[in-house]
């Protein structure tokens, strides 16, 4: 079977944590990606994105507000900053690419927002205010592969537990 459709797992040795890689040829697997971590979401978490423009961030983040059972359509905060959608949980959902730094997001209330109980806040361009947010955040950075294809590095702690199996033909552990 093709290795697009795989799991690998690698150990990081630094506090044992484990890196899942994903690959998402298309836009229906991101968009259960997303859906998957929105379902195991736990009230107060906190996840940064990251990525190039186009890397499939905004989709992952509407496939995360589906599993929340939110039906209002989810776009791209670039110009608002932050949107807030409300579901099982309070979605926040920051794009930081148009702040100038972490003083600027300070300034529009934000840190208020990452963690607090009854949310999930997603953080777009989070590499921008990076050294505000929560230790325990998780991370998925999403790069584009040279066919097309998407890679989700996803690591933190309860996102590592989600049952990733279902997205994969197969699964290595990566020394």
């Not at 794009?95 to 607090?116: I, K, M, N, P, V």
């Not at 997603?122 to 050294?131: K, Y």
């Amino acid at each position: 079977m093709s290795a697009k459709h795989s799991i690998k797992t690698k150990v990081q040795h630094k506090g044992g944590s484990v890196l899942i890689f994903l690959s998402s040829p298309h836009v229906h697997r991101t968009l259960a990606v997303g859906r998957a971590i929105g379902h195991a979401a736990p009230d107060g978490a906190v996840i940064s994105f990251r990525g190039d423009i186009g890397a499939g961030k905004t989709t992952l983040a509407k496939g995360i507000a589906e599993g929340l059972g939110i039906a209002e359509p989810v776009i791209s905060p670039t110009y608002t900053i932050i949107s807030e959608y409300y579901g099982r949980l309070h979605l926040v959902h920051i794009d930081a690419y148009r702040l100038s730094g972490e003083d600027e997001f300070l300034q529009t209330g934000g840190e208020e927002l990452l963690g607090a109980p009854g949310t999930l806040s997603l953080i777009e361009w989070s590499e921008r205010i990076a050294d505000i947010l929560p230790p325990e955040s998780q991370k998925i950075t999403i790069t584009v592969e040279a066919n097309g294809d998407r890679l989700m590095m996803i690591e933190g702690d309860w996102i590592e537990k989600i049952d990733w199996k279902r997205f994969a033909i197969r699964r290595e552990v990566i020394q």
